[in-house]
């Protein structure tokens, strides 16, 4: 028993010196690598002998620094944003416009970028809420719900009026190229529409469209609304599907819509989009097949994207100025958003009155005062509210919290 109870007690301490060991070496390294990134810094002709010996010392330690500052360098310059001259511009968009006139089966991919002009932030822009979160910095935002179609959106609803887009993916949440007037046939939202909330306990799936932002009381994991349904009394849902989460609804989603306008496209058009996520959803690129039988893309996005290889036309410009002279390269001109002609006053269900006081993100109404539901007349409708909560934003802090914990 003596012997045993030694024996236990000499691994122990092994096990604890190996530890200690292991410590001090990873803080001799940290040593080390603070004492050669410090002389690196140093212009060569300022370096003294005494630096110039550490470098030649720790040659494996000067690599592994100068390939993390190439690394820096390169992640630096994928966010920059790049303009194209205004000949090239224009260049570029004449080619695009012969494009999208010889399309058989023209998709549009669209992100976050074709809201900017709605004065909804993107996502990875200079000023976009991740990057803007990455740098410690507070994203405080009005009511989304304000915000209306751009040129961009109204220009692809014309395009897809003439025959010459036949169906839009977009990223976006914020229900704006529903609220243009393209068909709910040609769309198919990803990630969700923050005006759209839904029974899945009744069969089929039952949807309410409403005339504010739904998301309020929502997050990730967790999407109850706090309204029940009007036919079985369940707890309706919101649409969004965020960072880590998998969509499964049917609409607004309609992936099935997505997968087979993939499958025909011979062009692909992504206006605004980082494509850093829509990348992954193999289904939308046709890589299963031969290079030269997948569909032409083309891509409208300041900032590097990890499709630019692979692009027919990478274009450097503004959605909005880009489409602007397609427009006009297209001899079509471009509608105008009238709010009293979006059709989502017509797809709004109505509050029941136990529910008015379930909501106070304001309610959108056309131009004329009229509103199809009941609003809170206690609140100004000229101050801007800040977003607490709902999908703007959601699923940066689960990676926020693995960084502060690594």
Known sequence: MTEEADAGISLRAERKALEKSKILQRESERKIFKLVGRVLKKPEAERSEEEAAVLLLHRETVEELCKRQVRRNVLKRKQEEVFDDADELKSKVRQLA????????????????????????????????WTQLQKGRTVSSSDLSKAEPTLTHMCIRMLHKEKLVKHVVSQNCDGLHLRSGLPRHALSELHGNMFIEVCTSCSPV??????????????????GTGRRCNQCGGE?????????ERGTLEQPL?????????????????????????????????????????PKLYIVNLQWTPK???????IHGKCDDVMSLLMEELSIQIPVYDRAEDPI????????PEEVDSCTREIIAPHNGQEDCLTHP????????AVQGGWFGRGYGKGRRKKKAA
């Open 378 to 385: 206690e609140e100004p409708t000229d101050v801007a509210v």
């Open 345 to 352: 006053f017509s797809l709004a269900t109505q509050l029941q």
């Open 98 to 129: 012969m494009a999208v006139k010889q399309a058989k089966h023209l998709v549009v991919y669209t992100g976050a970028g074709i809201s900017t002009a709605a004065s909804i932030p993107d996502y990875r822009g200079p000023n976009g809420v």
């Open 254 to 294: 309609n992936w099935k819509g997505a997968a087979e306008a993939a499958k025909m496209a011979d062009v692909i058009l992504c206006l605004g989009s980082s494509l850093k996520v829509l990348k992954k959803y193999a289904c939308l690129w046709c890589m299963n097949r031969p290079a030269g039988k997948r």
């Open 308 to 314: 630019d290889d692979l692009a027919e036309l990478k």
């Open 236 to 244: 309706l849902r919101d649409t969004i599907v965020h960072f880590g």
């Open 206 to 223: 039952i949807e309410y469209v409403r005339l504010f932002d739904v998301t309020e009381r929502t997050s990730l994991h967790r999407h």
